[in-house]
Structures are given as C-alpha cells and as structure tokens.
C-alpha cells in the first residue's frame, strides 16, 4: 500500500514523505549516535539497577533546604538512591549532619517522622537523642550511640556503644542553603562535581539566607529521566499555553543561551518574561539579589535536581528514583528568609501560579512524562527518542539533553543510543 | 430552632451543595454565579509536616478565578472527571453581620478519563482527595440570595498525583 507525497525540506531536497511499516519504523534514527536515545534506557530494570550503583551512589544530591531544619536537634527524614532512608540532623553545635536512617542492631527504621525536633522524648528513648523504638538503642545528634539496653548482661563486652556509631553520609550545605549528600565516602568535593554550573545564579543563591514556603511531592509513574529531561528542554514551550503567552512572543527569547558544564550540568542563561500577557497574572515585582525583574534562570544537576529562578520565587526540583518506571518528584519553593509577611505572601502567589499542584504548568508536565512512560512501555512498539535540534545552543535546541545523555554514556559505560553496546565495544 | 434559623441552615447547605454539584459538572459560570464578584477568595491550604508549616497550594479572588477557567480550554488539562461529596457538619451564624460559617467535610473522586492510558483506566474511580472546606456565607435576605464570601479547602492529602487544573 502506498500512501506517498512529495515534500521540499528546508534544505531543498526532496523527499518521498510517507507512512512508515514496522521495518523502517524500527531502523535506527539516520543520525549520530550522540542524538537519539534507544527507549530502554528508560524501561530496562536491569539498566535502572546499574543507574543506581554507577551514578546514584557516587553523585552529589540535594535532599532538604537547611530552612527546614534551623534550631538544633531539629530533624528531616528522606530516601536517597531508591530506597535508602536517611536522617539530616542538626547537632547543638549547628552542623547539618546525614545518617543512613537505619539501626544497625535489627535494622528498622530509626526516625520515622518527615521531620521534627529530637528535643522531644520518644515513647521508649531520652531527649536529644535518636531512638530505635524497636529495642531502645540510641544515638546522640553527631550520630554515636549512647544507649544499649542492658548492654554489659547481653553482650558481655562483644557488642558495646563504640561498635554501633550511626553510618555518616558525606554532607555539605551550599547553592542557596541546600543540603547536599554523597553516599561515597570517597567521592569528590562538592564544588568540583558542580564544576561551575552554580556560578551565574550565585548571586541570586547566595546573597541572603533563603526560606522554604512550598513543599509537594508525588509518586510519578514515570522514569526520572523523562521528568529531568523536561527541564533541560524548552522546545515543549509549545505544550504550555502560559509559556506561549508570556515567553514565546518576547522579542529574544529564543536567542536564550544554553550552557553545558562538566559532569553532564546545563544551564540556561537569563531571558525575562512578561508574566501579566496571561490572564489573571500580575507583573512580578519582587525578585532575588541581583535578579532583575521578570527574570528567569534555571540550572540542571545531573543526574536528578533543576534549580529554576522566576522573578520571585525560586523552584527547586528533586527526583528520587524508585524503579525504572517510578519516580518520587518533590517540589520546593523558596523566598528571601527576610521576606514581610506580604512579600511572602506575594510569592507564594507567583509560585503556584506555575509550579504548585493547581498550577498551569506543572500538571501539564506531569500529564506528559506520564503519557511519556505509558507510550514507551517495554513491548509498546516505541524504539527511538530523538534529541537532534540544534540552533546554536539557543533555547529550542537539544543541547541540554545531548550533554546529560552524554554524562550518563560516560557514567553507565554503555551508550544510550544503544545500551546493549558497551562503550569499550 | 427557630424557623428563621431552620431557614438560615437550610440555605447554608443549599449553597454549599449547589457548589459542588456545579463544580462537578465543570458549570464554571454556574459556580462563580454562587459566589460574590466582590469579596470572593478562593485558597486551597494544607499543613504540610515535611516543612512544619502551613503552606497555600492556590490563592484567587473572583476576577483570578473567573480568569482561571476562561483559560481552561487553552490548558492541555487531564479531563478526568472529578466528584465532590460533601457532608455539612457545622454551621455557626453572625446574626449582625448577616453571615454563616460552615465547616464540610470533603472527599473528591477522581474518575480516570485521559490523563492515563485510556483504554485500560478510563472510567476507573479512586479517592482523590480528603480535606474539607471552610465557606463564609452572607445569607439571603430580601436583596438577595445567599453567597459564598470565601471558600478555603483545607486539605488532608499532600499527594495529589499530576494535579490538578480544576479547583476543588
């Protein structure tokens, strides 16, 4: 059957336009490797537990904003790299500390709540401390333990407080008062896997303490790539009619650079919008130090963490992989901690305007990555993704997906174009 | 109960009733016509124990939400139905403001339409949301029938999956 017609591409060639059988549909993209990604990598669970060993245990993640825990003693619980619980703590001496979150004597789950403060006794536990409520071991604040239930008549010297101590996670609190952490001990510091990608928001970040006013998450079905990709590509403005209201019609906004960084990190470079072009929008107002008004920046952290900065409101977003088609998505908004009352007020606003749960971006993206995940199910019939505009790194082009996809290659040693070849093949 | 305030009650639940139901047959129009154009604020509020603090999920005032559904159709929205049941528990009265508050609790059901794959979920149903909301009413009298001043939904349910471009 032919149903054939003839096009002119831009190039001036022509070419046979037509539908395509099951042959053709499944020969790979005429491209380079660099610029398509074969659909298992965001289906295969053999390929998500390799992502978790080779990228998630070694990297630098944010898990909370230092907002949410500011006394000492105070609390925060959370997952990392799946489903490895974990306890940020702030110690008297106002360290922000991380723990894995799990007892080492029968191991359960130490601290329970989302956070909190430890000031408070637990049911079977002192003050101050961390208890297990299963047998009453507890740790003090810098992670050591300090109670065995009759240790000495059941251990008689084998197991003592000293062999007990807590496991501590490289943590470090930077990038507008993020706490970051790495579950290799051996890893780099910080500010070199950053290498950089922070400096043209420092300003903004780093001037004057931030707060969190906005925190939501769900369990997305989805693969966390899908949900990280739709940050580092804007081409998708053209599912978002806030976008093509307010960005697209503004002269130079699609000039807006991209900027790749070592350790596969992208940024966009400032464009400003006119946020009152839609309906119901008030001008923005406020802004961050240095920001000017209306701005907007964003940054991508490989492998799972966009930093976006709209005028007002900064929006940070964390993936936690749960299984190659699950991903917990938490959301943060964030103010100046010297915000009035009606400046916060004013924020909160302008953020869920686009961002929160009701907000008209946010669902749409969901929607998307979803349907994303559903179309590309393992025996769906889906083969290829393509990433191939190029248009001198400006906003629309695939950049920022080629250079994550190129850090996962690098990382995963496999191509992403074709995962069953190794990269030394 | 005096008949006059069997009247009040009466117009209490009819209003908050009149609003779910209109709102879940997505009669926008209908659901502001319920409200009153000139002091009518809408917020959807929880507690969240992840950041200890009370945080607001939308904020709009009449114009803002009349401005909200005119921009639905413009909006790639997953269009599945959502359905309201509430139950009035409490009602208390301001005799000199002319005013009622009501507390109704809330669950939302979700009937799966296109936001998922449609020819497996379609026409599934499960709870959306729990939470409950908080009317102030001015009451009828002889101007005028009984209007929604404010409307808070307080929520319980933290996780609202992909969202929502619908208020509850």
Same mark, same amino acid.
């Given at each position: 059957m032919s149903n054939a017609v003839m096009e002119r591409t831009p190039a001036g060639e022509h070419k046979q336009r037509h539908t395509r059988n099951l042959?053709?549909?499944?020969?790979?993209?005429?491209?380079?490797?660099?610029?398509?990604v074969d659909t298992r990598v965001y289906t295969d669970p053999i390929i998500f537990r390799e992502e978790i060993e080779k990228i998630f245990n070694r990297v630098w993640l944010?898990?909370?904003?230092?907002?949410?825990?500011?006394?000492?003693?105070?609390?925060?619980?959370?997952?990392?790299?799946g489903f490895k619980p974990i306890v940020v703590v702030r110690g008297p001496d106002n360290k922000i500390r991380t723990?894995?979150? &799990?007892?080492?004597?029968?191991?359960? !789950?130490? *601290?329970?709540?989302?956070?909190?403060?430890?000031?408070k006794a637990e049911p079977s536990g002192n003050p101050k401390h961390m208890t297990c409520m299963f047998h009453g071991w507890q740790w003090d604040a810098f992670g050591r333990c300090a109670e065995i239930p009759r240790e000495e008549q059941g251990y008689q010297g084998r197991v003592c407080?000293?062999? $007990?101590?807590?496991?501590? !996670?490289?943590?470090? *609190?930077?990038?507008?008062?993020?706490?970051? $952490?790495?579950?290799?001990d051996n890893c780099?510091?910080?500010?070199?896997y950053i290498a950089g990608a922070f400096d043209f928001m420092s300003q903004e970040l780093d001037t004057e303490p931030l707060e969190i006013f906005h925190y939501q998450k769900s369990v997305i079905r989805t693969n966390y790539k899908l949900w990280h990709e739709t940050s580092r590509e804007f081409?998708?403005?053209?599912?978002?009619?806030?976008?093509?209201?307010?960005?697209?019609?503004?002269?130079?906004?699609?000039?807006?650079?991209?900027?790749?960084?070592?350790?596969?990190?992208?940024?966009?470079?400032?464009? #400003? !919008?006119?946020?009152?072009?839609?309906?119901?929008?008030?001008?923005? $107002?406020? #802004?961050?130090?240095?920001?000017?008004?209306?701005?907007?920046?964003?940054?991508? &952290?490989?492998?799972?963490?966009?930093?976006?900065?709209?005028?007002?409101?900064?929006?940070?977003?964390?993936?936690?992989?749960i299984s190659e088609r699950e991903t917990l998505i938490e959301i943060r908004g964030l103010g100046l901690k010297r915000d009035t009352p009606q400046e916060r007020e004013e924020r909160i606003i302008d953020h869920d305007t686009i961002w929160g749960p009701f907000g008209r971006n946010l669902h749409e993206d969901l929607l998307a990555v979803q349907n994303q995940s559903i179309a590309m199910r393992e025996g769906s019939g889906s083969k290829y993704l393509i990433m191939a505009r190029e248009e001198n790194s400006t906003i629309h082009d695939e950049i920022g997906l080629r250079s994550y996809f190129a850090e996962w290659t690098r990382r995963m040693g496999r191509m992403a174009s074709d995962p069953t070849r190794l990269l030394e093949d | 109960m005096t008949n006059r305030e069997l009247d009040q009650l009466q117009q209490v639940h009819e209003l908050v009733y009149e609003s779910c139901l209109r709102l879940n047959a997505e009669d926008w129009k209908g659901y502001l016509d319920l409200c009153d154009p000139d002091s009518f604020r809408y917020r959807i509020v929880n507690y969240s124990p992840e950041i200890r603090r009370e945080q607001c999920w939308m904020d709009r005032d009449f114009k803002g939400l009349k401005a909200l559904f005119d921009l639905l159709p413009k909006h790639n929205s997953d269009h599945s139905p959502l359905t309201r049941h509430a139950t009035v528990y409490k009602v208390t009265f301001d005799?000199?403001?002319?005013?009622?508050?009501?507390?109704?609790?809330?669950?939302?059901?979700?009937?799966?339409?296109?936001?998922?794959?449609?020819?497996?979920? +379609?026409?599934?149903? +499960?709870?959306?949301?729990?939470?409950?909301?908080?009317?102030?009413?001015?009451?009828?009298?002889?101007?005028?029938?009984?209007?929604?001043?404010?409307?808070?939904?307080?929520?319980?349910?933290?996780?609202?999956? &992909?969202?929502?471009?619908y208020p509850f």
């Open positions: 042959a053709e549909w499944s020969r790979r993209p005429q491209l380079p490797d660099t610029h398509y944010p898990v909370c904003h230092e907002s949410e825990l500011p006394n000492p003693y105070d609390y925060r619980t959370a997952s990392v790299a723990f894995l979150n &799990i007892c080492p004597h029968r191991g359960n !789950i130490i *601290v329970r709540s989302p956070a909190g403060t430890l000031t407080k000293a062999d $007990v101590g807590l496991r501590e !996670i490289r943590t470090e *609190v930077a990038h507008g008062g993020f706490v970051w $952490v790495n579950l290799d780099e510091p910080l500010a070199d081409y998708h403005d053209y599912m978002h009619y806030h976008n093509r209201a307010t960005g697209m019609l503004q002269k130079g906004y699609f000039d807006r650079k991209y900027t790749v960084f070592p350790n596969g990190h992208a940024a966009t470079g400032l464009t #400003t !919008i006119v946020y009152e072009a839609y309906e119901g929008n008030k001008d923005r $107002v406020l #802004t961050f130090p240095g920001m000017p008004k209306n701005g907007w920046k964003q940054v991508n &952290i490989f492998p799972a963490c966009t930093y976006s900065l709209r005028a007002s409101c900064l929006r940070v977003s964390i993936m936690t992989p | 005799e000199s403001a002319g005013e009622a508050s009501a507390i109704t609790l809330l669950s939302i059901y979700r009937t799966q339409l296109d936001g998922v794959n449609s020819h497996f979920e +379609s026409g599934q149903t +499960s709870l959306f949301a729990v939470g409950k909301y908080e009317d102030r009413i001015r009451l009828g009298n002889g101007t005028g029938p009984a209007r929604l001043l404010g409307r808070t939904v307080r929520l319980d349910t933290r996780q609202l999956d &992909i969202g929502s471009h």
